[in-house]
Structures are given as C-alpha cells and as structure tokens.
C-alpha cells in the first residue's frame, strides 16, 4: 500500500517482499548474506507505521461515516442486552493463514491490510484501533528477546519523532515471555500512542503491535493490551 523499502546494505530483509529494484535472481550479485541476520527484519515495522498514518486520516471519515449510518450486529445486541454503561463486546479469534498467531478481538475487527507480510491485520473501523502481528523464526536472529526489542526500538526512533517511550514490562503471554513497551509519537503531524510487544515463542519470534490516536489512548489501552494478551503463537 506504500512503495517498498529498499534494502538498508546488501541483506535480504525477511520481513519485507523483496524490492523490484533489487538484484534479479538470475544476476551476479554480491555474497549471500550470513544465515542469520538481526537489525533487518525490525525495519518493516516502522516503514508500516509511516505508510499507516496516510491510511488513518482517511479512515477516519470513513469509519466514521460508516457508523453513522451502520452498526454491526453484535454490538447491538451486547448493547440492548447489558444494563452496564460499558457493555461486553462479543469476541472471536482471529488465526493467522499459517497457523503461525491467533489472536481474540471484539466481533467488529475487521480485516485490513497494513503490511504485504503481516500475518494477522486488523482494525476497528468505529474508533480507529489498529493491530499488527508479524512473526520471524527465531534461528534468522543472532540476539535474544531483549536484543530484538532494542533494535527494534533503535529503527522506530529514527524513522518517526518518539516523543516518549516506557520502560519495558516483562510479561509472560500464554506462557511465553514478553517484553511491553508504549511510546508516544508524533508521524506527518499525527499524535500517536504505539504499543509494541515482543514475544518469544517456540520456534518464532512475533511482534504485536498495536496503536491509536492520543486523545483516545486512555480510552483504548485496556482494550489493545488485552487483545495482545490473548496472543498465542508458536
């Protein structure tokens, strides 16, 4: 949805669809990169970000005409049905095409692509929430969980204005560690609130991204950090 990122050096960037303007495969071209690889892969997830906002502003007339005019089932019916002032939102899960990553989100999520290599994508298009989850082998990485999280960390701040950023939260998902952290950013005049939580799996590593406006980030926190809670992967 956005031109592809060239190539930072010479290594192929597993989390990114090979640039056309790259060496073809049948051209002479430098050495194969080493098998494992560590900053690379990380690069996708800001260069998602930067083509995101674009999409954001013009959802938000979209979505917001849209439920003017249209409300979907399910929350109509948790809303008649609950005499609290917050109903519970019905809720489904949401696997990933190769049964990499699941997630549970509110029965109004819907699909939405946000990266050609996200394996779950998703928004809600009444409050303009929106989640990523992209997943690596772990044997592609010379670093641990820690280590990712910071180079990671290091490609978001020079790809946008990080305005704030927590400390990491050590968490443990479905029984795989975890590492949380939120950031403020201000993108091409947008304020946002960003959570990015990396997690060890068995045999993956994933990333769980999620992010909204700032004026609703009080609003959305408990609702995104449970959907990221209910992660399972492999």
Known sequence: M???QPPQDQQRNPWQLPSPGGYP???IGPPPPPAKTSLAPW?????T???VTAIMVASIVAAGNKAATQQPAAVITQTTASPSPTPIRSRKVVTADDKSAQVT?????K?????PIGKIELVDPKVTQYLLVLSQPREDFDVDLTGLAELSIDELSTSMDVTHQSEPKSLTINGSPALEYEFDITLNGLKLVYWMTVIE???NYHRVMTWTFASNADRDRPALRRITQSFKGI
């Open 111 to 115: 699909p939405y692509e946000l990266n």
């Open 43 to 47: 690069i996708v997830g800001a260069a």
């Open 201 to 203: 799996g068995a045999k």
């Open 2 to 4: 956005w031109p592809p």
């Open 25 to 27: 495969q049948d051209t």
């Open 105 to 109: 989100v509110p029965n109004d999520w």
């Open 49 to 51: 970000l930067v083509g």
